[in-house]
């Protein structure tokens, strides 16, 4: 049996300091993972809040809860993952928390 983790879903920050602050705040509290929406309103785009979020934590989980299919081609999602969150992420396959399998 996998081990229980918490987490928050949060979509609303005014800037990036006040986003990597609320990843850091997040992680202290004992949090294993963040993740962010992804809806077409006036929450803050996921793709960059995964990275930014990750910056500044050592093992918070990040990923999204949901990605708006028609917003989001597949293949650019892979992309995304594979590429450009491993640069930011040490161990990606360990910090990306997603329920879809991407692979190369």
Same mark, same amino acid.
């Given at each position: ?30 949090? !294993?993972? #963040? @993740? ?15 990275? +930014? ?18 917003l989001r081609h597949p ?7 594979? !590429?450009? #969150? @491993? ?15 991407? +692979?190369?």
């Amino acid at each position: 049996m996998k081990p229980f983790r918490f987490g928050v879903n949060v979509g609303h920050a005014y800037s990036r300091s006040e986003w990597t602050e609320k990843a850091g705040r997040i992680e202290a509290l004992g949090y !294993d993972i #963040l @993740t962010v929406p992804d809806h077409p309103t006036d929450l803050i785009a996921p793709l960059p809040a995964l990275i +930014t979020a990750a910056e500044p934590t050592k093992r918070l989980r990040v990923g999204t809860n949901v990605l708006n299919n028609d917003l989001r081609h597949p293949v650019l999602l892979a992309h995304f993952r594979r !590429d450009r #969150l @491993t640069t930011v992420v040490q161990s990606p396959a360990q910090r990306c928390d997603s329920r879809h399998k991407l +692979t190369k």
